[in-house]
């Protein structure tokens, strides 16, 4: 039996024929079909902003983003947010607004309202269709604002294959700019913004080649001088690459939930475990409470600088790679225990 996953079509998605020959000589036929959006989702509140909580991953997907479902119906003075999510990658505040209808003037002040409330980095509108005139508000939003802002426009779809079940697909019709950004960028920051460029240049072949290896869904690195992955935890608990101080770059469990008193607690039954952790990984760690901060981390370091030729950058990103991958084969089994 051959399956079709909807997210995976092309973006030119027609009513079209998918064919696949057998062994036995003839040619099976199937028609991919466009459906009503309320033939899988009857009502937006009750239905299709449920499901997006529960299927977000999906979109970031698409968007390129580690998204982390934080609240529904999140409060925003007298109103409420559809969905509040977190960018687990760069711990930057997701928005999202939704509707099962064309886009119109009172989502878009929402939308603009709810960002505000949220002092929100990543702003995500999901349409069943988007009007030229939002399109375009979106694209000028994108060019008028700094990088540390991103504003999306997504259109949902559902497609049937011989009047099989609906299946969701989303079309990615409004992003950044990144040239055009970056370059604006660059223009207003000077020369502080090659460094950050370099980093971006830099976390992008890791988060690359870490997607092959499916330790991440991320397809897009920021502009900064480290990343975190999330692993199942949210931004509970995550697993981080970071140059860090004195030309160093660490591999790290970083704990940073909102509660202070459950991140040390967590610390304290992984160090109860150290001699059994560092066996396992082979390695003496840097175990640090941080009983100052709210987070507490597990690193493991060595020398390296974003500033070192490309050479010893390639060696870098080798040995992040490699540890990352440590970390999770030993941390998450422990971690499985105690954060669930």
Request: net charge negative; hydrophobic share 35%.
């Amino acid at each position: 039996m051959t399956a079709f996953r909807c997210s995976a079509i092309t973006r030119d998605l027609h009513d079209i024929d998918l064919k696949e020959d057998n062994h036995a000589g003839f040619v099976r036929t199937w028609t991919l079909q466009k459906a009503e959006l309320r033939a899988a989702w009857p009502n937006e509140s009750k239905d299709f902003t449920p499901w997006l909580a529960d299927n977000i991953s999906e979109l970031g997907e698409v968007l390129g983003l580690d998204l982390e479902l934080q609240s529904r119906e999140a409060r925003v003075g007298a109103f409420s947010l559809d969905l509040l999510a977190l960018d687990s990658g760069t711990n930057r505040t997701v928005i999202i607004e939704n509707q099962l209808q064309p886009t119109d003037h009172d989502h878009l002040g929402k939308l603009l309202t709810y960002a505000c409330g949220y002092d929100a980095q990543v702003i995500i509108w999901v349409a069943k269709e988007f009007r030229d005139e939002h399109r375009q508000a979106i694209d000028w939003l994108n060019q008028r604002t700094g990088q540390e802002t991103e504003f999306y426009g997504v259109v949902v779809e559902v497609w049937t294959i011989d009047g099989s079940r609906p299946a969701p697909y989303f079309n990615l019709v409004s992003t950044p700019n990144e040239w055009q950004r970056e370059a604006t960028e660059a223009k207003r920051l000077g020369n502080t913004s090659d460094r950050n460029l370099r980093y971006k240049a830099f976390f992008q072949i890791l988060i690359d080649r870490l997607r092959e290896l499916e330790f991440t869904n991320v397809i897009k690195a920021q502009p900064q001088s480290w990343y975190l992955f999330s692993r199942g935890y949210g931004q509970r608990v995550q697993f981080g690459a970071c140059f860090g101080q004195g030309e160093t770059v660490r591999v790290e469990v970083y704990i940073n939930s909102n509660d202070k008193d459950w991140n040390k607690t967590l610390f304290d039954q992984l160090f109860d475990r150290k001699e059994r952790i560092e066996t396992e990984l082979g390695d003496d760690l840097f175990w640090e409470r941080l009983d100052h901060r709210q987070a507490s981390r597990v690193s493991l370091s060595r020398r390296g600088s974003i500033d070192d030729d490309e050479k010893t950058r390639g060696e870098i990103t080798d040995w992040l790679i490699s540890n990352l991958l440590e970390f999770k084969r030993v941390f998450a089994p422990h971690l499985g225990e105690f954060v669930g």
